[in-house]
C-alpha cells in the first residue's frame, strides 16, 4: 500500500522472526564506573532473558586535567578491587561473568568502549544513565552518546528516576520485568521492521505497544489520510504478533516523533522502548538530531536501540592504550 508521503516496506515480521536468533541478551559488555547509576544497573543484570555472560568493563582515564601520573597504580588497584566484587555479584546470582580493565591516553573513553565490543563481539552493551535530569545531556553527550552513535551492537540504556521516599532520594528501577510492556516506534522501514521481529523473539514479552508519529501534512485532511493509513499498516504487524501469542495494540500520534514517543512511554508506562539504529523515514539513523538520538536522550523509560547485522557504524581510530 501507498499513498503520498508514504512507502510501505515489503519485508514482513515474519521473515524478521527468522533471521532473528532470540540471544539478544546472552553476552553483555557492560562499562562500568563504579558510580550509584552503575550499581543500579548492575542489579539489574541478572533479571534479564537468557542472560549467559557479562563482561565488565573499566577504563582509567589517563587525560583528565589533573591526572597524577604517579596514581595509576593505586587506581588500577582499585579498580580491580571493585570488579572482582562487581563478579562475584553477579556470580552470587547465578551469571557467568568476568573483567577487563583499560587505560586510555587519548581520545574519548567511548572509542575504548567501542574498541573492546569490536575484540569481545558482545550481543548487547549496557549503559547506565538517569531518566529526567538536568545531567542526562552531559550523560548522554559522553560515554554513553559516543558508544549509541559508533556500538556494533545493540544498546540498552537503563534509566532511573530518582524520588522522594521515606528514607529520602532513592531510585526507582525500571528493570523489574523489563519486557512486560514494550513500546515499539515504527516508520515502516525494513529495519523498522527487523527490529520489531527481534523484541517479539525475546523470552517474557508480555505486551507490545506499536507507535507510528505522523509528523507532516499539507492540511487536516491529509493527516487524517496518513493516520488511517498508518494505522492499518500496523494492525498487519499486531494480527502477526498476536499469532505468537504476544498481545498487541496500536497507536497513533501527531507532532514532533520523539517528543511523542517520550511522551507516549510516560502515558502507557511501559517497561522499555525498542526501535531500530537506522530507518529510512523520521526514525532514521543515529546522527546528531536524529529521532532515534533524541528518543534516546530525552525519554525516562529504558531504551533498548537495537541494530542488525550489517549495519553497524564504526568509530574513528585513535590512539588508545591497552592496560590490564
Given at each position: 500500500?501507498?499513498?503520498?508521503?508514504?512507502?510501505?516496506?515489503?519485508?514482513?515480521?515474519?521473515?524478521?522472526?527468522?533471521?532473528?536468533?532470540?540471544?539478544?541478551?546472552?553476552?553483555?559488555?557492560?562499562?562500568?564506573?563504579?558510580?550509584?547509576?552503575?550499581?543500579?544497573?548492575?542489579?539489574?543484570?541478572?533479571?534479564?532473558?537468557?542472560?549467559?555472560?557479562?563482561?565488565?568493563?573499566?577504563?582509567?582515564?589517563?587525560?583528565?586535567?589533573?591526572?597524577?601520573?604517579w596514581g595509576i597504580?593505586?587506581?588500577?588497584?582499585?579498580?580491580?578491587?571493585?570488579?572482582?566484587?562487581?563478579?562475584?555479584?553477579?556470580?552470587?546470582?547465578g551469571v557467568h561473568?568476568?573483567?577487563?580493565?583499560?587505560?586510555?591516553?587519548?581520545?574519548?573513553?567511548?572509542?575504548?568502549?567501542?574498541?573492546?565490543?569490536?575484540?569481545?563481539?558482545?550481543?548487547?552493551?549496557?549503559?547506565?544513565?538517569?531518566?529526567?535530569?538536568?545531567?542526562?545531556?552531559?550523560?548522554?553527550?559522553?560515554?554513553?552518546?559516543?558508544?549509541?552513535?559508533?556500538?556494533?551492537?545493540?544498546?540498552?540504556?537503563?534509566?532511573?528516576?530518582?524520588?522522594?521516599?521515606?528514607?529520602?532520594?532513592?531510585?526507582?528501577?525500571?528493570?523489574?520485568?523489563?519486557?512486560?510492556?514494550?513500546?515499539?516506534?515504527?516508520?515502516?522501514?525494513?529495519?523498522?521492521?527487523?527490529?520489531?521481529?527481534?523484541?517479539?523473539?525475546?523470552?517474557?514479552?508480555?505486551?507490545?505497544?506499536?507507535?507510528?508519529?505522523?509528523?507532516?501534512?499539507?492540511?487536516?485532511?491529509?493527516?487524517?489520510?496518513?493516520?488511517?493509513?498508518?494505522?492499518?499498516?500496523?494492525?498487519?504487524?499486531?494480527?502477526?504478533?498476536?499469532?505468537?501469542?504476544?498481545?498487541?495494540?496500536?497507536?497513533?500520534?501527531?507532532?514532533?516523533?520523539?517528543?511523542?514517543?517520550?511522551?507516549?512511554?510516560?502515558?502507557?508506562?511501559?517497561?522499555?522502548?525498542?526501535?531500530?539504529?537506522?530507518?529510512?523515514?523520521?526514525?532514521?539513523?543515529?546522527?546528531?538530531?536524529?529521532?532515534?538520538?533524541?528518543?534516546?536522550?530525552?525519554?525516562?523509560?529504558?531504551?533498548?536501540?537495537?541494530?542488525?547485522?550489517?549495519?553497524?557504524?564504526?568509530?574513528?581510530?585513535?590512539?588508545?592504550?591497552?592496560?590490564?
Amino acid at each position: 500500500m501507498a499513498a503520498q508521503g508514504y512507502i510501505f516496506s515489503r519485508f514482513t515480521l515474519l521473515q524478521a522472526w527468522i533471521w532473528c536468533d532470540g540471544e539478544m541478551f546472552s553476552r553483555i559488555l557492560f562499562p562500568t564506573d563504579f558510580s550509584e547509576h552503575a550499581k543500579e544497573t548492575l542489579d539489574c543484570i541478572a533479571g534479564f532473558p537468557d542472560v549467559r555472560e557479562v563482561i565488565l568493563l573499566h577504563v582509567i582515564d589517563t587525560s583528565r586535567p589533573g591526572f597524577a601520573p604517579w596514581g595509576i597504580s593505586m587506581m588500577e588497584e582499585e579498580a580491580k578491587r571493585q570488579l572482582q566484587s562487581e563478579c562475584t555479584i553477579l556470580q552470587s546470582r547465578g551469571v557467568h561473568a568476568r573483567a577487563i580493565m583499560r587505560t586510555v591516553s587519548h581520545g574519548p573513553v567511548g572509542e575504548m568502549v567501542i574498541r573492546v565490543a569490536g575484540e569481545e563481539n558482545p550481543s548487547m552493551i549496557l549503559v547506565g544513565a538517569r531518566g529526567k535530569s538536568i545531567l542526562r545531556d552531559i550523560l548522554l553527550g559522553s560515554v554513553s552518546g559516543y558508544v549509541l552513535r559508533y556500538s556494533p551492537c545493540s544498546v540498552l540504556i537503563m534509566k532511573y528516576r530518582m524520588v522522594e521516599g521515606f528514607r529520602g532520594k532513592t531510585f526507582e528501577k525500571f528493570c523489574p520485568m523489563i519486557l512486560s510492556r514494550v513500546l515499539c516506534p515504527t516508520d515502516f522501514s525494513a529495519p523498522a521492521r527487523e527490529a520489531l521481529g527481534m523484541v517479539s523473539g525475546l523470552c517474557g514479552i508480555s505486551e507490545i505497544i506499536l507507535l507510528h508519529v505522523v509528523d507532516s501534512g499539507e492540511n487536516e485532511e491529509e493527516i487524517a489520510m496518513r493516520k488511517e493509513e498508518a494505522l492499518l499498516e500496523m494492525e498487519k504487524d499486531a494480527r502477526s504478533l498476536e499469532k505468537k501469542h504476544i498481545p498487541a495494540r496500536c497507536l497513533v500520534r501527531i507532532g514532533n516523533p520523539a517528543n511523542e514517543i517520550a511522551r507516549c512511554a510516560e502515558e502507557e508506562d511501559v517497561s522499555l522502548i525498542g526501535f531500530s539504529s537506522h530507518g529510512r523515514g523520521w526514525l532514521g539513523g543515529f546522527i546528531p538530531g536524529s529521532t532515534a538520538q533524541e528518543v534516546a536522550r530525552v525519554a525516562s523509560r529504558p531504551v533498548l536501540v537495537i541494530r542488525t547485522p550489517g549495519r553497524e557504524k564504526k568509530g574513528p581510530s585513535a590512539d588508545l592504550k591497552r592496560s590490564g
